[in-house]
């Protein structure tokens, strides 16, 4: 074989396999891909004796998102949080091609257990009226003191089997997860400590191909050392 084959097929095939691997990281925040970004809680009037109350929550576009809370006695399933919903007319968000979602929370956080949450809507299954028939996928996420920044394989991600029993059904009957229709993404408090104030501050989350960024470097050492012993 002629040696200019041997030192040019390698770097061909290097940069035909570069595009599948390296893919831009998708920024949900800071910026703006087209979701609409609102606060929620259990309580459906914050007014209600013992409800729970959300007395702050704003949105720094360029920096930051902050919500106060206090957890309510009155519902058996207290929460708060904040959560992207895909806006009508616009496409679900297509985290498909993606293995990890990142999260940076400010120093300012006061919460000691965060629950991420993934909505997907299931052709056959879920209907665009009720958001309660996309499928649910959550990571429960404790805070570690001193550490603000985390990247969560997609695969931890798992259906709550709360969400299995309301709809009688298993994972078997619905199948692997479509992340190609996101329809909605949400951060939740997951301590669930009654009466007490507490606060989630989040400075950026953005969806990444981290796995290809590996196969890349480990493919570029094997190239460089090939490339030695030639």
């Known amino acids: 074989m002629p040696k200019w084959v041997l030192l040019i097929f390698p770097i061909i095939l290097f940069l ?8 831009k990281d998708l920024v949900l925040f800071p910026g703006d891909i087209g979701m609409e970004l609102t606060s929620y809680l259990d309580t459906a009037r914050s007014q209600d004796s013992g409800g729970t109350v959300i007395s702050r929550f704003h949105v720094d576009t360029g920096s ?9 006695s009155r519902n058996i399933y207290p929460y708060a949080g904040f959560q992207w919903i895909v806006k009508p007319d616009h496409p679900f ?17 006061t919460e000691e257990i965060v629950i991420i949450i993934l ?11 009720d958001r309660m028939t996309w499928r649910y996928l959550n990571k429960e996420l404790p805070i570690v003191e001193n550490r603000y920044t985390y990247s969560i ?3 931890e991600f798992q259906t709550p089997i709360w969400w299995y029993n309301q709809y ?22 997951g301590s669930d400590e009654i009466g007490v104030p507490k ?24 190239l460089i050392l090939y490339y030695i012993i030639l």
């Open 16 to 23: 035909t396999a570069l595009p599948l691997n390296l893919k």
């Open 153 to 155: 394989p997609l695969k």
């Open 64 to 72: 930051s998102i902050e919500i106060e809370y206090t957890i309510g």
């Open 93 to 109: 968000l297509d985290i498909s091609d993606y293995d990890h979602l990142t999260v940076t929370f400010n120093p300012a956080i």
């Open 199 to 222: 606060k989630m501050v989040v400075n950026g989350i953005r969806f990444q191909k981290k796995n290809g960024l590996m196969r890349t470097a480990a493919f570029s050492g094997i």
């Open 168 to 189: 009688k059904i298993t994972e078997k009957d619905l199948g692997k997860a479509d992340l190609s229709c996101v329809g909605m993404l949400s951060i939740e408090e």
């Open 119 to 129: 909505q997907i809507f299931t052709e056959g299954f879920s209907s665009f009226n």
